[in-house]
């Protein structure tokens, strides 16, 4: 994959855990891109299949990195990164396939501009590919109590995409189903809070990003199609808890201590009602995953050190 270029290096870092037929079509994809330099790290998270062997059987140019335990995808990437010769980084998810362009769109627009440091494509769903992907759409913004929402997505209502997002701008979060980023900021921030495993470690990111006065932005000329929840699904309560947890976990650590307090009661009152709705439903185990959430957040007081400001 890799070819003489002036063109900076770009190493795609994709953190797999399972789903060996998946992860094959991701990477049948990126031969096929029309970027001239990149490299391809794959870091296996101890998967419970042969993944592993497959990639090396298949793949002889990937560059396969094999935990000894599932790290989750923030411990994935950071580990993969280690492992990264580019200038820039891919963060990508592994259930993922593209247009043969989409990363020359995206190298261009984070070099149109220094302040950029990181950009995500226009995400679409694999299946129904005239729609946005639940999984950050066309870029992702956030209200005031952590509650994210995207260009093409609001709560669980995804729009048809008939260009009414193809303008690039400049967003509050990428997706980590797939975006580019400097690997020296990367680097400065110390990578994905592994303390957040998976989910919302990208919202994170891009916000600590701000705060050092970095800009983030989508391009819809780069684009891609998402499977989505293959390595943990919507109905699992496992996804509820990181959900919760890890949304308290941003405003608690990301906001000046003063807003967090303030902010933190009415949230906490809106996670009541949500709980009260499991529960109404008989969702038991999206109902305990909340309160599971609340429980690390009341005996974890160490994740306050993760402050920012």
Known sequence: MTANSTRPMVSVVIPHYGGK???????????????PDLEIIVVDNDSPDDSAQFITDNFSEVN???SEYNRGFAGGCNIGVQHAKGEYLLILNNDTTHEPDW?????????????ISAVQPKIKND?????????GACGGFMDKYCFPFARGRIFTTVEKDTGQYDDACKIFWASGTAF???????????????????????????????????????????IIYHKGAVTLPVSSPKKTY????????LLLTNYPASTSFWLFFPRFFMEC???????????????????????????????????RQ
């Open 103 to 115: 990363v020359d769109h995206l190298v261009e627009r984070i070099e149109s501009n220094t302040s």
């Open 127 to 135: 299946k129904e590919r005239d729609y946005f992907d639940y999984a």
């Open 64 to 66: 396969l990195i094999q």
């Open 180 to 222: 580019l980023t400097r690997k020296k900021i990367y680097d400065q921030l110390g990578g994905f809070d592994e303390t957040l495993f998976a989910h919302m470690e990208e919202i994170d990111y891009h916000w600590k990003c701000q705060l050092m006065g970095h800009e983030v932005w989508v391009e819809p000329l780069s």
């Open 242 to 249: 990181l959900n919760y947890r890890n949304s308290l976990i």
């Open 21 to 35: 037929d998946v992860l094959s079509e991701c990477l049948i994809s990126l031969k096929n891109c029309t970027y």
């Open 273 to 307: 009602i949500s709980l009260i709705k499991e529960i109404l439903t008989f969702k038991w185990g999206h109902a305990l995953a909340i309160i599971k959430s609340w429980v690390w957040i009341g005996f974890h007081p160490s994740f306050l050190f993760h402050r």
